[in-house]
């Protein structure tokens, strides 16, 4: 089974060829940072047009790098949701053209199914599972009951983790995104500043960044003010302690109530060292469950998740019409 996969959901336009949804003939990522930089952050206008003029030389490289051939591909799997309409619009339409044009099957992918699946060049998922989804636009735990039906328990009620990263780093004044840049000054200082770890004694599975963005941008205004300078590396790293300590806190606590047989960690910031370690120690304490971190070059969005994603729901019979559309608001269900 060889499935040709489009994502274009933010700022990466990227193709995949996927064999048997395991094994990557070829992921070609086309990332538009450097013309989101200069802004502090992706420009929606900006990424509609760069993913416009990406997208038919990533099919082209990406069939080229899997040397096969349109005649040799089983199905199309596209990302339709969440993220910008007009830059997933243009995955979408690629995607539908190649459907048509070659008498494809369409098989529609929900982003962050796809984040999950990138566990998938891992190890086999196994189920029931729970998956701890970390990015930019996204902080969720999500119950897998199976591999189509996600469902979520808890999630930020403010900003995802990512978006989190990006502000206090903005503050710092690092370049965009700055989440890979704090990881690794995080691991030269010491949790100094202390600062706050939201919801964690609450009864619930939910996350809150913005008190904790706010008390660090406070922190480094007010030392500005009274012109005294405070350590880069000490700010990273009580940010990163204060973040890695509750997406730690709400996932064990999810992992006694939920019998489940993995965890999943995935989503760009799942490329954070600190939270894998930190999972890696929490997850002694539950030797009956798998610890499934995706790879990290697979963290980031790139399209052969959502070939893995798109294999799973072409085997359960999930197609789209060619009036597919898409949907920037995509969520999963909450569990019941
Ligand atoms: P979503 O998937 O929710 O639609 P997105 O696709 O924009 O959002 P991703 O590409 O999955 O998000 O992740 C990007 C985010 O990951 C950025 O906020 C970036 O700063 C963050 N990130 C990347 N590497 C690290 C790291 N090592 N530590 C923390 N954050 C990181
Ligand atoms: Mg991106
Ligand atoms: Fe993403």
């Not at 060889?2 to 064999?19: G, H, N, P, Q, R």
């Not at 038919?56 to 080229?64: F, I, K, N, Q």
């Not at 030797?287 to 799973?312: F, H, R, S």
Request: charged share 20%; aromatic share 8%.
């Amino acid at each position: 089974n060889l499935i040709l996969a489009f994502e274009s959901s933010c700022d990466e336009t990227s193709v995949a060829v996927i064999e048997n949804g395991s094994k990557i003939l070829a992921n070609i990522v086309a990332t538009q940072i450097n013309s989101h930089k200069r802004f502090g952050g992706v420009v929606p206008e900006v990424a509609s047009r760069h993913h416009i003029e990406a997208i038919t030389l990533c099919v082209a490289d990406a069939l080229e790098q899997a040397q096969v051939s349109y005649e040799d591909l089983d199905a199309v799997a596209v990302t339709y949701g969440p993220g910008l309409v007009g830059a997933l619009l243009v995955g979408v339409a690629a995607a539908k053209a190649v459907a048509f044009a070659h008498n494809l099957p369409l098989i529609p992918v929900n982003h962050m199914a796809g984040h999950i699946y990138a566990a998938r060049f891992v190890s086999p998922l196994k189920f029931p599972a729970l998956a701890l989804l970390v990015s930019g636009g996204h902080t969720e735990l999500v119950y897998l009951a199976g591999p189509t039906d996600f469902k979520i328990i808890g999630e930020t009620r403010d900003d995802a983790a990512g978006e989190a990263y990006d502000k206090v780093g903005r503050v710092l004044g690092l370049s965009y995104p700055s989440g890979k840049e704090i990881d690794e000054l995080a691991h030269q200082g010491h949790d100094s500043f202390h600062f706050p770890r939201a919801m964690e004694n609450e009864d619930n599975f939910d996350f809150s960044f913005s008190g904790l963005k706010s008390a660090f941008i406070n922190t480094v205004h007010h030392a500005d003010q009274v012109g005294e300078s405070l350590d880069k590396a000490d700010l990273a790293a009580s940010f990163q302690a204060s973040a890695v300590d509750v997406l730690a806190h709400k996932t064990v606590k999810a992992l006694r109530k939920f019998d489940v047989k993995q965890l999943i960690l995935a989503g760009g910031v799942a490329a954070n060292k600190g939270l894998r370690a930190r999972l890696d120690q929490e997850l002694t304490a539950f030797p009956e469950v798998e610890l499934i971190k995706a790879p990290l070059k697979l963290c980031g969005d790139n399209a052969a998740m959502i070939g893995a994603a798109g294999y799973e729901a072409y085997q359960a019979g999930i197609r789209a019409d060619l009036d597919l559309n898409a949907e920037p608001s995509l969520e999963f269900e909450w569990l019941d």
